[in-house]
């Protein structure tokens, strides 16, 4: 394997989420990038049905915004990016209607997730929140669906491979029939 590779793999290896963070602000270039990761993802059709809301520490909604968090770490981080659908601007799987857009926003937040990463910028994916609270406090539209919030921050321990618990191979991929 050429070292590209190997700086790949081990990158997903160092990935893992973060719920403590350090009180270090992120940096306005290292924000741009991530940023642009986000609009640069892959999406079906090419439809981009996201829309991504970055909230950092200082903000004046952040403080309300910090309710929705059951660990208390994820107020502490420097950044949050509210992660939305519209599945009305989203490609639709003709055969039986699947709406794409949840599958478009988790590609390009996977994405940035990476590009954190080999920022050395942790991350962690909140799911666990009440998104009807999430969009009175951002004034967000109806139709819009809030997929999770996104953590984002320097990490009280050092990003490093950690082995993680996993299913074997052989219970979660089928190689054909």
């Known amino acids: ?9 081990e ?25 642009r990761t986000l609009g640069r993802a892959q ?4 439809r981009q049905p996201w829309k991504f809301i970055v909230v950092d520490k200082q903000a004046g909604v952040r403080a309300e915004l910090n309710t929705v968090f059951t660990k208390e770490g994820f107020k502490n981080a420097p950044v949050v ?16 209607g699947v709406n794409y857009a949840w ?3 988790s590609i390009a ?12 910028i942790g991350t962690c994916w909140i799911a666990a929140i009440d998104p009807v609270r999430v969009k009175e406090i951002l004034a967000i539209a109806e139709d819009i669906e809030i997929v999770g919030i996104i953590a984002l ?6 990003l490093k491979r950690v082995e993680k618990t996993r299913k074997p191979l052989e219970e979660t991929v089928i190689h054909g029939k």
């Open 103 to 105: 599958v478009d926003v």
């Open 11 to 35: 990158l997903y290896d160092r990935r893992r989420s973060v719920r403590e963070f350090i009180d270090r602000p992120i940096e306005p270039e290292k924000m741009e990038r991530l940023i």
């Open 81 to 96: 990016i509210v992660a939305c659908a519209r599945p009305k601007e989203a490609w639709a799987r003709k055969s039986d």
């Open 153 to 158: 921050g320097y990490p009280v321990t050092e």
């Open 43 to 46: 999406s079906a059709a090419n």
């Open 1 to 9: 394997m050429d070292d590209k590779l190997k700086i790949f793999y």
């Open 109 to 120: 937040v996977t994405e940035m997730i990476g590009a954190a990463t080999a920022e050395g």
